[in-house]
């Protein structure tokens, strides 16, 4: 399940990210994160923490709640 939801919260990501025009680096530098990371994180090769959810949603202007929504919704499909 772990590498399932890791993959899942990637999409989720991705899309939120696609949504707001961003590309990965414009992201990941108005998050003060690594751009490999963002990478990783879309792979769904890393779990983010809650920090890094909170610190993504802000540079998305949505709820970190609406991320995990998302992805609640993406799982319940499967």
């Known amino acids: 399940m772990a590498l399932k939801l890791e993959k899942v919260f990637g999409d989720v990501l991705r899309d939120a990210r696609s949504k707001a025009g961003l590309s990965q680096e414009e992201l990941a ?28 949603a802000k540079v998305l202007r949505v709820a970190p709640s609406t991320l995990v929504s998302k992805l609640e919704d993406k799982l319940r499909e499967d």
Request: glycine share 8%.
């Open 29 to 56: 530098h108005s998050a003060g994160l690594d751009r490999t990371y963002i990478s990783l994180l879309e792979r769904g090769q890393r779990q983010p923490t809650l920090k890094t959810v909170f610190a993504i």
